[in-house]
Antibody
Framework: QVQLVESGGGVVQPGRSLRLSCAAS????????MHWVRQAPGKGLEWVAV????????NYVDSVKGRFTISRDNSKNTLYLQMNSLRVEDTAVYYC???????????WGRGTLVAVSP | QSALTQPRSVSGSPGQSVTISCTGT?????????VSWYQQHPGKAPKLMIY???KRASGVPVRFSGSRSGSTASLTISGLQAEDEADYYC??????????FGIGTKVSVL
């Protein structure tokens, strides 16, 4: 079945880096745009980044531009999020999600927790 | 990109209908048919309920429906059930590879 599994989260100090991965299975990964969405503790969903199916276009929410980089390896069916210069306010559960033909997000992974703490 | 506006909470008794509004602008909700709704139970990942404004996702009960008028989209739950108690988020494409979620609405079943 269609599945997304995130990994790479953990506790990190402010200013440090972390790389998240999202392993995809059950569908043609190279045919879909992919996204990262985050949710701070007790808060709502926030779209973070998108990458086009072929990796040719990326975009980010303003608060992470210049610090985060989304990438993909279609040969490994894997999506990545490189997070540099992490801030306390980046603390959240990070979900990866597949984009459908009507720009819907389906499915979602279970998420991985990133905690930025001094 | 500002978050879409939703009521913080709505509630209803079992069997009643509730409607959640999602207000954006002509640059997002009012400008594209790429509006969707997500249900999230505590500690769980979001689940797609409605996409393309009014299409039900696979396996979603018919009591869930979506609509839009101008720059305001709506999710209606007809015949509220206990398992519908959750957080609900609207979402819209906003052009140029920008995407925006609503602030979320907590639905309580009394």
């Amino acid at each position: 079945q269609v599945q997304l599994v995130e990994s790479g989260g953990g506790v990190v100090q402010p200013g440090r880096s972390l790389r998240l991965s999202c392993a995809a299975s059950g569908f043609t990964f190279s045919s879909h745009g992919m996204h990262w969405v985050r949710q701070a503790p007790g808060k709502g969903l926030e779209w973070v980044a998108v990458i086009r199916y072929d990796g040719s276009i990326e975009n980010y929410v303003d608060s992470v531009k210049g610090r985060f980089t989304i990438s993909r390896d279609n040969s490994k069916n894997t999506l990545y999020l490189q997070m540099n210069s992490l801030r306390v306010e980046d603390t959240a559960v990070y979900y990866c999600a597949r984009e459908g033909p009507q720009a819907e997000f389906d499915p979602w992974g279970r998420g991985t927790l990133v905690a930025v703490s001094p | 990109q500002s978050a879409l506006t939703q009521p913080r909470s709505v509630s209803g008794s079992p069997g009643q209908s509730v409607t959640i509004s999602c207000t954006g602008t002509s640059s997002d909700v009012g400008g594209y048919n790429y509006v969707s709704w997500y249900q999230q139970h505590p500690g769980k990942a979001p689940k797609l309920m409605i996409y393309a404004v009014s299409k039900r996702a696979s396996g979603v009960p018919v009591r869930f429906s979506g609509s839009r008028s101008g720059s305001t989209a709506s999710l209606t739950i007809s015949g509220l059930q206990a398992e519908d108690e959750a957080d609900y988020y609207c979402y819209s494409y906003a052009g140029n590879y920008n995407y925006v979620f609503g602030i979320g609405t907590k639905v309580s079943v009394l």
